[in-house]
């Protein structure tokens, strides 16, 4: 998801005068996407087995934190661009005096930004789910 965000905010980067950040916040959520799973997948930001303290790890952990923290400050920065023009003028020749935004661009960042709501409430659901499962359990076992 990330390379298509960066590949298809840096194509049409000059397509959407109505709002001219969307393809910018395609672009960085892509790149700050990439370099998330990028510092999760280092040797670095795994534990140690032993119990001893790994300064890099906590350099890791704590660049993560920080690129997780901006990345959830830039979507809700980005559902502000998108969702406050919906739905757009996409034809580019018109006289209209409302300017455009391309089509592809802005359904992509659209439902790009609604798959991440959409996810989050399907996590949540499953989490209360575990949670309501996880309180029940220990009775239903001790009753048998």
């Known amino acids: 998801m990330p390379i298509a965000q ?3 905010g840096a194509v049409y980067l ?3 005068p109505r709002q001219h950040y969307i393809p ?3 672009i960085v959520t892509g790149v700050f996407g990439l370099v998330l799973v990028v510092f999760s ?3 670095c930001a795994q534990q140690p087995d032993d119990s001893t303290i790994n300064p890099l790890s906590w350099v890791c952990k704590t660049w993560n934190s920080l690129i997780s923290f901006f990345l959830f400050c830039w979507f809700i920065t980005g559902n502000v661009w998108i969702y406050s023009i919906y739905e757009p003028n996409y034809n580019k020749n018109t006289t209209n ?3 455009y935004c391309d089509k592809t661009l802005y359904l992509f960042a659209f439902w790009t930004t609604t798959l991440g ?3 989050i409430g ?3 659901v499953i989490g209360c789910c575990c949670c309501c499962f996880g309180r029940l359990a220990p009775n239903t076992i001790n009753n048998v």
Do not use: G
Request: hydrophobic fraction near 55%; charge should be negative.
């Open 6 to 8: 960066i590949a298809i």
């Open 14 to 16: 000059n397509d959407c």
């Open 24 to 26: 910018i916040y395609l």
């Open 41 to 43: 997948c280092l040797p």
């Open 97 to 99: 005096v409302d300017p």
């Open 117 to 119: 709501y959409i996810l």
């Open 122 to 124: 399907v996590f949540m």
